[in-house]
Every structure is written in C-alpha cells, then in structure tokens.
C-alpha cells in the first residue's frame, strides 16, 4: 500500500485539499491517503472553517508521496514560518513531494527546488522569480515531473498531476478509469498559456479545437503543418499563433505528445509489435517511437511495455 500524505498548512485552499484522497482514492485501493498539519490541530482553511486533521507531522516520516496544497502565503518579505519548515524536515530522503498551484512556495523557501525545474499558478511568476530566483521556473505548463520533486499550477492542475502520478506508477488504463469515474479529462492539452489573461480577441478569430479533435482522430497518417492549418482554414502563419496561444505548445510539439500518449497506452494494453505501433500512432518508424519515448519518459518501449504488462 502506497502512503499518500497531504499536508494542511494554515490557510490552505479546500478544494485543492481534497484533490489527493479523491483521486487517489479512486485508485482501486493502491493507495492510502490520510492527512496531517503542522501540529495536529485543525487547519484553518482560507474559507470560512476550519477543517479537524487527525495526525501530527509525525505522519509525514511514514509518508511514500507527500503532496503540499496551497494555502495563503505569509505577508511580503515574511519567511516561511517556523513549524512548517520543521514538519517538512521530517520527510524522508526519496520521499515522492508534490505541491499544488502556492504549495511551491514552501519547497523552494526550503531550498528543495534550488537549480530544479517547477512551476506554480502563472499569475504567481514575477514574484516567485523574485523570491527564488535559482528555481528554473515554467510558468506555462500545468505541472513539472522532475523525479522525487512535482510541482504543478493552480486548482485543476492538482488533478492532473495526482493522474499522472497514478498513470506513472500503475499505467494509463487505471488513470484513466480513475479520470472517468471522477468526471475529468484523463490528460489535458498543453499548458497554462492557454489560461493566462490576453487581450480579448477580434470576434472574427476562431480556435483550433476542431483541428485538434479532427488531428486526433487521423494520428496514424503523416499530418503535416499545412495539413492542419488547411483543416482550420487559416494561414500557417496565424494557424501557428494561435496554436500556441490556446494550447502553450506548437503544433508540431503537441502533435508528438499525442503520438507519445497513444502509443504508452497500445503498449500498456496490447501485443502488437513496436513497429506496428508506431505505424498506428503516426511514428514513421520503430526507431523514431523509441526515440520519442525515451525523450519523454526516459525508457524503451520494450521496457515500458515489461513494466506495465508484468503480472497481467
């Protein structure tokens, strides 16, 4: 059984706080989530209650993943209050740590995030840069994976993050009857860019939705730039502007992803040689899918196919 540990500061953010036990909850019972504040009593939400916590910070010492929900943060200038950075020091060298949207807060005032990659909510940027200036912060993804270390954007992201934290260590299938039971997305494109505040656009302008569905549902053919722009009836130049404004990434970018996404999830739930997959997903060959997985994941798709086939 896996430990989940989430963490309640003072002022933290409800519905960020009950993100973990709901979706790791829906896990089919490979995880155990349980709650905890700096001191054992109840935590102060940033809404109009308190909610009773039934552990100290002692849990954390026990915890396989700690995840950090945000809260509201010290006045400017103030540090990191006292307890916190005490409960943190409890966790355990290896233990999985992952903060949601302020949560970032406290791992980078604590060094954890000195020279790593993170993220947090986009409207936070100038003043997490200006506070943590050795953290390598994106501010236009929904969340980082840098191994023992998860930092994700605001609200939602939580959601995302807890599912990819399912989808890495157990696969696709059970993230994605997780995803579905919980009435979300499995897997949302692109970043936070399409969320940050941009100056209303002309009402003659359109989204590329339709072609993202439609490009979807065509992955196995060589879909090129043009092709899509076509299908969007926009020149390339706009098509790719737009893009990245709704979605955070390019076309081409994005269209790898998917190809990526796809052909984890014929890995995880078929036989089908490499090579047959690649076709499928859109990869001209095995080679060129072994090279973007490895990119992605870090792993061959044999290896990854031994992880989530093994006892089936």
């Given at each position: 059984m896996h430990r989940v540990v989430v963490l309640a500061l003072d002022g933290v953010y409800p519905f960020e706080l009950g993100i973990p036990a709901r979706i790791f909850g829906a896990a089919d019972g490979r995880?155990?989530?349980?709650?905890?504040?700096?001191?054992?009593?109840?935590?102060?939400?940033n809404a109009d209650f308190t909610i009773a916590v039934g552990h100290g910070p002692e849990l954390l010492r026990t915890?396989?993943?700690v995840v950090i929900p945000p809260f509201t943060l010290p006045p400017a200038g103030e540090p990191?209050?006292?307890?916190?950075?005490?409960?943190?020091?409890?966790?355990?060298?290896?233990?999985?740590v992952v903060s949601i949207c302020t949560g970032a807060y406290v791992l980078a005032a604590t060094g954890r995030l000195d020279g790593r990659p993170a993220t947090t909510h986009w409207a936070m940027t100038d003043e997490f840069r200006r506070l943590f200036p050795q953290v390598r912060l994106?501010?236009?993804?929904?969340?980082?994976?840098?191994?023992?270390?998860?930092?994700?954007?605001?609200?939602?992201?939580?959601?995302?993050?807890?599912?990819?934290?399912?989808?890495?260590?157990?696969?696709?299938?059970?993230?994605?009857?997780?995803?579905?039971?919980?009435?979300?997305?499995?897997?949302?494109?692109?970043?936070?860019?399409?969320?940050?505040?941009?100056?209303?656009?002309?009402p003659a302008a359109t989204?590329?939705?339709a072609t993202r569905q439609w490009a979807l549902e065509h992955l196995d053919e060589p879909l090129s730039l043009v092709d899509l722009a076509n299908h969007a009836r926009m020149p390339l130049r706009t098509f790719n502007r737009k893009f990245r404004d709704e979605v955070g990434v390019s076309p081409g970018r994005w269209l790898i992803q998917q190809r990526v996404?796809?052909?984890?999830?014929?890995?995880?739930?078929?036989?089908?040689p490499v090579d047959r997959i690649a076709g499928q997903v859109g990869f001209a060959t095995g080679a060129s899918l072994r090279q973007h997985l490895h990119a992605a994941i870090g792993v061959s798709p044999l290896r990854y196919r031994q992880t989530f086939q093994a006892g089936q």
């Open positions: 995880y155990e989530v349980s709650t905890c504040s700096v001191d054992g009593r109840p935590a102060r939400t915890a396989d993943t990191m209050p006292e307890p916190v950075v005490a409960a943190l020091a409890r966790i355990r060298p290896g233990t999985r994106d501010p236009n993804v929904l969340f980082v994976d840098d191994g023992d270390l998860l930092t994700s954007a605001g609200a939602a992201s939580g959601v995302d993050i807890c599912l990819h934290i399912i989808r890495t260590d157990h696969g696709s299938a059970l993230a994605n009857r997780v995803a579905r039971l919980c009435v979300v997305p499995p897997w949302r494109d692109g970043g936070q860019a399409q969320y940050i505040e941009q100056p209303v656009p002309r989204s590329t939705a996404v796809r052909a984890r999830q014929l890995l995880e739930c078929s036989d089908l």
